[in-house]
C-alpha cells in the first residue's frame, strides 16, 4: 500500500518480471489507482482494500470506508454535545480508503451540527502544532480523530508524553488495529476506533491470489465487517480473535 500509484506500477512491473503468478495491491493511489494497476497487469491481481469495482481483479478484499466514517461520526455525536471543538488528523487524502472514511466522517459531524477541522500532515511538527494551539488557548475538551493508523499513533504518543497537551484533548478517536493502537486504547489514551479484521484479509488475499495462479480466480468481491471498540471490549471473545489471532 505504500508510496504512489506511479511507484506501486513499477513495483508491479518488477514482480512481474521476477516470474511472479498473482499478485495482492492495496491501491495507493486515489480514484482510478486500482484500474491502472490492473490495466498494467499480466498475472492476476487480488486487490485490497479498494471501493473501486475493479473489473478485471482476480478478487477483492475490502470495508466499507464510507459506512466506518458515518459510523464514528454518529458515536462522536452521542459521546459529546455539538460545538465541541472536532479536529482531524491525516498523513494524507490521497490514497483512496483514507479519502472516504473522511468524506463520510467529515460530512456525517456537519450533519451532526460540529465544524470539523482538518489539519493533514506535512512534517512531523504538524499535529503538535495543532495540540500546542489548543493549550495556549486554554482549550480543554477537544476531540481528535486520526484518520488513520500512523496518525493514531502518533497523536497518542504526543498525548501520553505531555500532560499539557492531553489536558486540551477530551477524547482520541481513529481506526486501525496496530499493536500500539490497541495498546493506546487499552491505557485509556485512545477513547475508541474503527477496526475490520486484518488478518481475514490477508488470509483471503492471498487464498483468492493462490486460486486464481492455479487458474481459478474467485471474481469476487469480499466486503468485511467493520467495528467501533472500546477499552471494555478488548478482551470479549467477540473481538479478542480478530485482534489478537497470533496470541
Known sequence: EAG???QQLSLVDREQQDGAAALVVAPAGGKDAASAIISRA?????????????????????????????????????DWANGVPVYLFARSLENE?????YAALAGKLEEEGFYPRLTV?????SYRDVLDGLAAQGV?????????????EETASLLEAEDSLSACVGALYGRG?????????????IRGICVTDEFSA???????AVEAAKGRPAKERVVLENYYIEKEDLRTSKYEKMLYPIE
Do not use: C, H
Open 97 to 101: 480508503s483514507d479519502a472516504e472514511f
Open 202 to 208: 490477508g488470509y483471503l488475499s492471498i487464498w483468492q
Open 4 to 6: 504512489s500509484t506511479k
Open 121 to 125: 500532515r506535512k512534517n512531523a511538527e
Open 177 to 189: 488495529s496496530t499493536l500500539a493502537v490497541l495498546n493506546g486504547l487499552d491505557r485509556g489514551t
Open 140 to 152: 480543554r475538551r477537544a476531540v481528535v480523530t486520526a484518520l488513520d493508523p500512523e496518525s493514531l
Open 42 to 78: 499480466s498475472v492476476p491481481l487480488v486487490m485490497a482494500w479498494t471501493s473501486e469495482n475493479a473489473a478485471g481483479a482476480a478478487g477483492v478484499v475490502t470495508t466499507d470506508f464510507g459506512q466506518m466514517g458515518t459510523a464514528l461520526a454518529s458515536r462522536i455525536g452521542e
